[in-house]
């Protein structure tokens, strides 16, 4: 009997199979600059972790709803890779303006981060920012309203590989927008130098997409519905080894765009490492 890990295009079925994850990002950029950058809430291109001695805070913009017994988030869950990286979470209660440190100290990447619970307003009073206080960058943010952070970006764990069948985009509608953007596809092996912040990206596929606004005209494209998706031929995935990241980033062609992005990618695996068991 063969390894789950070696049927590629085995569909996710709930309930059905174990040690199979569907990851589904979505998230939006509202200031896209003329170079490659991560599509997230952040508004920024994304960094990692120092990995070993990573200071990694989780801090709320609101000091007195966003805490323990208050009426906003109260808890929050971190999923992130150690420096093995393995899989791993941990749950933290806030402290609203007071940041709270996570014990885990060596972590290469913050996968996710999510509401857990809530009080009466079942939302964040303020946005809740997940930051590495020793190297500087911010890894995530949870806006008010949302119950995740919101970035396109995720790293295959220890012992696992990720299928990607596509993707979409699509540039949104902004004031005097000047129109295009280009939106890559792309992954990274810096995992396996284990050097912090010093990703390489590589473009796997990428869509070019004009802006869907009455201010570019329809000679060029505009004033149109601009919602792009790619798949690739015969709609085979793309395989993203262990310990490597993907990631859709956005260029502008001109001035600043904004943009909306989104893809889904099984992850499968019973290697080494931990398991991934969502399913």
């Known amino acids: 009997m063969t390894d789950i890990a ?20 979505v998230a939006d950029n509202a200031t896209i600059g003329t ?88 939302i964040a009073a303020g946005a809740i920012t997940i930051a590495d206080v020793t190297g500087g960058g911010v890894h995530g943010l949870i806006d008010v309203g949302s119950r995740n952070m919101a970035t396109c970006q995720w790293m295959v764990p220890a012992g696992h590989s990720g ?16 129109g295009t953007a280009e939106v890559a596809l792309q992954i990274s092996h810096a995992g396996f130098t284990g050097v912090a912040n010093s990703e390489v990206w590589k473009t ?3 869509i070019s997409i004009v802006e869907n606004d009455s201010d570019v005209v329809a000679a060029t494209g505009g004033n149109q519905n601009s919602m792009t998706s790619f798949s690739f031929p015969g709609n085979q995935p793309y395989v993203v ?14 001035t600043a765009v904004a943009c909306t992005a989104g893809f889904s990618m099984s992850v499968q695996g019973s290697g080494s490492g931990t398991s991934v068991v969502n399913s």
């Not at 070696?6 to 990002?25: F, G, H, M, R, S």
């Not at 299928?163 to 000047?178: E, K, M, P, S, T």
């Not at 080894?241 to 956005?250: C, F, Q």
């Open 6 to 25: 070696n049927i590629p295009n085995l569909a996710v079925a709930a309930d059905t199979v174990t040690n199979v994850e569907l990851i589904q990002v």
């Open 35 to 122: 170079s490659f950058e991560t599509i997230g809430n952040t508004n920024a291109d994304a960094v990692l972790p120092v990995i070993a001695g990573a200071d990694i805070d989780v801090v709320s913009a609101d000091n007195s709803s966003d805490i323990a017994a208050g009426t906003g988030a109260r808890t929050i869950k971190i999923t992130y890779l150690d420096d093995s990286f393995n899989q791993a979470s941990e749950e933290i209660t806030l402290t609203g303006t007071t940041p709270v440190e996570l014990t885990e100290q060596n972590i290469t990447f913050i996968q996710d981060a999510e509401l857990l619970t809530t009080g009466t307003d079942l």
């Open 163 to 178: 299928y990607v069948h596509g993707f979409w985009a699509d540039v949104d509608a902004v004031a005097a927008g000047q």
């Open 204 to 206: 796997i596929a990428k």
């Open 241 to 254: 080894p262990a310990k490597t990241m993907v990631r859709l980033a956005g260029k502008a062609f001109s």
